[in-house]
């Protein structure tokens, strides 16, 4: 019984000093100021409201917009992490149902040292071809990059096309194309499964998700034209704006 009482407490300290180490890396973050996005990118760094969650910038409420469209669950910012070389870290995406963790990196912030640094502690050490572990190679780290351009004339759409008009409207209303990359060697797609219908990345193996083989899905490329990434913009709105309205 005190055992267990210990055990209960010492869990729900672990949680409040998290939760308050969180709030102090939160508030020393400011968009704008240096280690944030840099002068040309301040619209980035605007924090976005988007599914109930104030993001700090319009490439993360993006990024959570674009993992929703493809039905991979996530979680914003979930924990504070303490690194090898006792750097405090804190993620901005966790998606737990495929084991895998989301960076995202506006064009004006090229470090990602950090995220480097816990993918390779998230790494495994099984030799080659005999990994033992849950998932292949460990859980995931990806960086997501701001999207690749839209561009009309690649789009099958306007093949043969002298519809300039269509061909405007539509790329002023396309967000681009998801790009990311692995914080280790080894090429990575993106798919949807055919058995669990959940997004997944993968390198070898199968499904992060359900752990089905994928047969027959198409894997995507960072930056394919097959995926559309989701635009989010606008200011940030408080919770209780409806009310108001
Ligand atoms: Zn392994
Ligand atoms: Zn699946």
């Not at 561009?151 to 409207?169: C, G, I, K, L, Q």
């Not at 396309?174 to 959940?198: K, N, V």
């Not at 752990?211 to 995507?220: F, I, K, N, T, V």
Request: proline residues 7%.
């Amino acid at each position: 019984m005190s055992i267990q009482n210990d055990w209960h407490s010492s869990t729900v300290g672990e949680v409040v000093t998290r939760t308050v180490q969180q709030q102090i890396v939160r508030s020393a973050h400011i968009p704008g100021q240096p280690g944030a996005l840099d002068g040309g990118m301040t619209i980035e760094a605007l924090p976005t409201w988007y599914a109930e969650t104030t993001f700090r910038s319009a490439l993360e409420a993006s990024w959570a917009a674009t993992l929703d469209s493809l039905n991979i669950a996530w979680e914003y910012e979930p924990e504070t992490i303490t690194l090898p070389s006792g750097a405090t870290y804190i993620p901005d995406f966790r998606l737990p149902d495929i084991d895998a963790w989301l960076e995202v990196k506006g064009t004006g912030v090229p470090r990602v040292e950090k995220a480097i640094e816990f993918g390779q502690t998230l790494a495994c050490d099984c030799p080659r071809f005999r990994c033992t572990c849950e998932w292949p190679g460990g859980e995931l780290v990806l960086i997501g990059h701001p999207p690749t351009p839209y561009s009309a004339y690649d789009d099958p759409r306007f093949e043969d096309s002298t519809n300039y008009r269509a061909m405007a409207v539509a790329t002023r209303r396309h967000g681009g194309h998801p790009r990311w990359t692995s914080t280790r060697p080894g090429a990575l797609w993106l798919t949807r499964c055919g058995d669990c219908d959940r997004g997944t990345w993968f390198g070898r193996g199968g499904c992060r998700a359900c752990r089905g083989r994928l047969a027959g899905c198409h894997g995507y490329q960072s930056g394919d034209s097959g995926l559309e990434f989701r635009r989010i913009s606008g200011p940030a709105r408080q919770a209780d704006d409806g009310d108001a309205a």
